[in-house]
C-alpha cells in the first residue's frame, strides 16, 4: 500500500471515531450519573488547540501549497460557517439547552442541525484535506475535531430535546451529524487534488469555531481551570509536534 493509500485509510478511520464521538456525546444527555463539568473541560482544551492547529499548522501550511492566495480561502471558510451559524444556528450553544424561548418553534432544532451538519462536514474535510497532506497534520487537526465532537453531539442532542423530540430522534440527530463528518472525508477523498483550496477552507472553519463558537463557551465559566486548559492546548500541539512531526 502507497503512503498515500495509508493516509486516506487512516483519515477514514479517523474520521469513523470523530463520527461515533458525535452519537456518544449524544448518548451522554440521557445519562444523569456522570459530571457534566469533563465536557466544560474539552471545550476549553479543544479551544486552545484548535486555534494553535489553526494557527500554526493549516495556516502555514495552505500558504506553501497555495501560496499568498491561501489565505483568501481561509476567510471564506471563516465567513462561511458564519453565515450558515448565523443563519440556521443562531441560537445553538455547545451547552445543554433547555426550553426557552429561543428553542420553542418546532423548526428550530431542523435548521440547527442543517447548520451544524455543514459546520461538521467540514470537520471531515479538514481531516482528510490534513492527511492528504501529511500524516502529522492529519492526526494534529483529528485530535482538535474530536477534543468538541462530544460537546457537540450533546449538545445538538439536547436541542432536539428541547424542540419537543423524542430520545430516538435527538440520538438520530447526533448521527446524522456524524455522516456529515464522514461525507466530508470522502468527498475530500474524491477530489483530493484540490487539497490547496480544501486545507485553507477547513483552516477558515477551525479557526471559527475555536474563537467565535468554543472560546465564547469557555468565556461563560469563570475558573482558572477552564483558562489553565485554553493555554495547555496550544502547548501539548508543540510538544506532540516536537515528538513525533517529521
Same mark, same amino acid.
Given at each position: 500500500m502507497s503512503a498515500e493509500s495509508t493516509r486516506i485509510v487512516l483519515a477514514t478511520s479517523l474520521g469513523l471515531v470523530a463520527a461515533g464521538s458525535n452519537l456518544l456525546g449524544g448518548y451522554f444527555v440521557f445519562r444523569r450519573d456522570w459530571p457534566h463539568q469533563f465536557l466544560?473541560?474539552?471545550?476549553?482544551? @479543544?479551544? =486552545?488547540?484548535? !486555534? @494553535?492547529?489553526? !494557527?500554526?499548522?493549516?495556516i502555514p501550511e495552505s500558504? /506553501?501549497?497555495?501560496g499568498p492566495n491561501a489565505l483568501l480561502y481561509v476567510?471564506? @471558510?471563516?465567513?462561511?460557517? *458564519? %453565515? +450558515?451559524?448565523? #443563519?440556521?444556528?443562531p441560537h445553538f450553544h455547545f451547552g445543554?439547552? #433547555?426550553h426557552g424561548e429561543a428553542v420553542r418553534r418546532a423548526h428550530a432544532g431542523t435548521t440547527a442541525l442543517i447548520g451544524l451538519a455543514i459546520h461538521t462536514f467540514f470537520d471531515g474535510v479538514a481531516i482528510a484535506s490534513g492527511f492528504l497532506v501529511s500524516t502529522w497534520l492529519g492526526a494534529a487537526? %483529528?485530535?482538535?475535531?474530536?477534543? *468538541?465532537?462530544? $460537546?457537540? &453531539? +450533546?449538545?445538538?442532542?439536547?436541542?432536539?430535546?428541547? #424542540? &419537543? /423530540?423524542? /430520545?430516538?430522534g435527538a440520538l438520530l440527530a447526533s448521527s446524522l451529524l456524524g455522516v456529515a463528518t464522514l461525507a466530508g472525508v470522502f468527498v475530500t477523498d474524491a477530489l483530493r487534488a484540490q487539497v =490547496?483550496?480544501?486545507? $485553507?477552507?477547513? @483552516? =477558515?472553519v477551525t479557526l471559527y469555531v475555536a474563537a467565535s463558537d468554543l472560546i465564547p463557551e469557555v468565556n461563560r465559566? !469563570?475558573?482558572? /481551570?477552564?483558562?489553565?486548559?485554553? +493555554?495547555? =492546548? $496550544?502547548?501539548?500541539?508543540?510538544?506532540?509536534?516536537? !515528538?513525533?512531526?517529521?
Open positions: 466544560r473541560y474539552f471545550l476549553a482544551l @479543544g479551544a =486552545g488547540y484548535m !486555534l @494553535g492547529v489553526a !494557527l500554526l499548522d493549516i500558504l /506553501r501549497l497555495s476567510v471564506c @471558510g471563516y465567513f462561511l460557517v *458564519h %453565515f +450558515f451559524e448565523h #443563519t440556521l444556528a445543554e439547552e #433547555t487537526i %483529528f485530535i482538535a475535531i474530536f477534543l *468538541h465532537k462530544l $460537546p457537540e &453531539g +450533546f449538545a445538538v442532542a439536547s436541542l432536539m430535546l428541547a #424542540t &419537543g /423530540r423524542s /430520545r430516538r =490547496g483550496y480544501a486545507l $485553507p477552507l477547513s @483552516g =477558515g465559566e !469563570l475558573s482558572w /481551570r477552564m483558562a489553565v486548559l485554553v +493555554f495547555a =492546548g $496550544p502547548v501539548i500541539l508543540l510538544i506532540l509536534k516536537r !515528538l513525533f512531526a517529521a
